[in-house]
């Protein structure tokens, strides 16, 4: 049969801080359906699953478990990389965020924006939740809370490396505005309006820490790792 094109295919990748639960194999499960769908129609299907392995969060997960990170994430990937091969899920790549080539690319790609003045280092002042690993301003709180999960969050202050965002704001405007590239429309409005046409505008984002070391290192600047997924 002649190939109908290449068909790429990705799940979101599971976090290791923990077990893993249902809701990452039925993700699984039905990323997996439409891969073997799609390879019977005829196309040159790469399906793609894995694992998140940096962060605050992990790293404290660590340190309770009286172990390193990396041999906290060795043992939670294991886990979930099983569970996957017991349900004969037909991925084609098992990526980890610890594989040495994949950190090689973030620091490639973050020294490219950094050279091309698209990140600048400045200061963070704020609120920080650990559980979400999310800063946020006052104004977005809920209650004093994390308006995400609802728990405490502490004032953080800290050197770090912001992406600048609004630069792009216009573009990425006229992108949802104007294409396809979201569905459906109400949550196109909604991130408009939320996020870019709000008081203040589309803010510069955070994408490096200084306060913890489980993470990419930013090579070009010893103490920092780059933070979110900045690449």
């Given at each position: 049969m002649e190939s109908k094109g290449k068909?790429?295919?990705?799940?979101?990748?599971a976090y290791t801080s923990g077990k893993p639960h249902i809701g990452n194999n039925y993700e699984i499960v039905l990323a997996d359906s439409i891969a073997?769908?799609?390879?019977?129609?005829?196309?040159d299907v790469f399906f793609q699953t894995g694992t998140d392995e940096h962060g605050q969060k992990i790293e404290l997960k660590a340190q309770e478990a009286g172990t390193t990170p990396r041999e906290f994430v060795d043992q939670v990937a294991g886990v979930i990389r099983g569970l996957c091969d017991m349900l004969n899920i037909s991925y084609d790549k098992f990526i980890r965020t610890t594989?040495?080539?994949?950190?090689?690319?973030?620091?490639?790609?973050?020294?490219?924006?950094?050279?091309?003045?698209?990140?600048?280092?400045?200061?963070y002042e704020g609120m920080y939740c650990t559980p979400c690993e999310s800063f946020w301003t006052e104004s977005q709180l809920v209650d004093g809370k994390c308006p995400d999960c609802g728990r405490?969050?502490?004032?953080?202050?800290?050197?770090?490396?912001?992406?600048?965002?609004?630069k792009y704001a216009g573009q990425v405007r006229e992108l949802l505005l104007n294409t396809d590239f979201l569905e459906p429309k109400s949550r196109v409005h909604e991130m408009v309006n939320n996020f870019i046409d709000c008081e203040g505008g589309l803010q510069d984002l955070c994408v490096s820490r200084t306060s913890f070391t489980w993470g990419?290192?930013?090579?070009?600047?010893?103490?920092?790792?780059?933070?979110?997924?900045l690449d």
């Open positions: 068909y790429y295919l990705t799940t979101a990748i073997r769908f799609k390879r019977m129609e005829g196309y594989d040495d080539y994949h950190e090689a690319q973030v620091q490639k790609i973050f020294k490219r924006l950094y050279d091309q003045d698209d990140i600048y280092k400045g200061a405490e969050v502490m004032d953080a202050e800290e050197e770090a490396y912001f992406f600048r965002a609004s990419v290192p930013v090579d070009f600047d010893p103490g920092h790792v780059v933070y979110v997924w």
